[in-house]
């Protein structure tokens, strides 16, 4: 699959936000919250590297499209839809996707979300892995799930293919 995020600049955001990645989805698995220093630091790559990489008219798109997302953000997780550190994150991952990768990023999102609630579910039900990490909140947030996971992983996932597929 192509996708408009140019391999280039897809490259040189793989290696600051993968470990963001990781930090986000094992705090929402640990305690079912996502720090907002996830957020920050995530703002912080785009700001600085999209800077040096993106063409200007690419990198103030980015801006836009966080704009948009932090607004409907905040409605959706006001409405009780989404927690608010997930809706935090999704905005904060918004400037790195490219206009025309927004369809395909959202199945990606769906099909991660799918895949990790079920993951998570199953791993729930397994003793000998649930006593790996016995003090995860998400182990016993009944219907609630760490949506981190899932968004944190379609991220990745969307920078890497960009980077070596796109």
């Given at each position: 699959?192509?996708?408009?995020?140019a391999?280039?600049?897809?490259?040189?955001?793989?290696?600051?936000?993968?470990?963001?990645?990781?930090?986000?989805?094992?705090?929402?698995?640990k305690?079912?919250?996502?720090?907002?220093?996830?957020?920050?630091?995530?703002?912080?790559?785009?700001?600085?590297?999209?800077?040096?990489?993106?063409?200007?008219?690419?990198?103030?798109?980015?801006?836009?499209n966080?704009?948009?997302?932090?607004?409907?953000?905040?409605?959706?997780?006001?409405?009780?839809?989404?927690?608010?550190?997930?809706?935090?994150?999704?905005?904060?991952?918004?400037p790195?996707?490219?206009?025309?990768?927004?369809?395909?990023f959202?199945?990606?999102?769906?099909?991660?979300?799918?895949?990790?609630?079920?993951l998570?579910?199953?791993?729930?039900?397994?003793?000998?892995?649930?006593?790996?990490?016995?003090?995860?909140?998400?182990?016993?947030?009944?219907?609630?799930?760490?949506?981190?996971?899932g968004?944190?992983?379609?991220?990745?996932?969307?920078?890497?293919?960009?980077a070596?597929?796109?």
């Open positions: 699959m192509d996708f408009e995020l391999a280039k600049a897809a490259m040189w955001f793989l290696p600051l936000s993968l470990p963001i990645c990781f930090w986000v989805a094992y705090s929402d698995l305690s079912m919250k996502i720090p907002n220093k996830a957020m920050l630091a995530l703002l912080a790559v785009y700001a600085i590297v999209g800077l040096i990489v993106l063409p200007m008219p690419l990198y103030l798109a980015g801006w836009l966080f704009v948009v997302m932090i607004i409907a953000g905040f409605i959706i997780s006001s409405l009780g839809v989404v927690g608010a550190g997930d809706a935090k994150i999704l905005a904060a991952m918004a790195f996707i490219a206009r025309g990768d927004i369809p395909a959202a199945m990606l999102l769906a099909f991660c979300c799918i895949v990790a609630y079920a998570h579910r199953a791993a729930m039900n397994i003793a000998p892995i649930r006593n790996l990490a016995p003090n995860w909140q998400s182990w016993s947030a009944g219907k609630d799930f760490p949506a981190g996971l968004l944190a992983s379609a991220f990745a996932i969307y920078l890497v293919a960009a070596f597929g796109g």
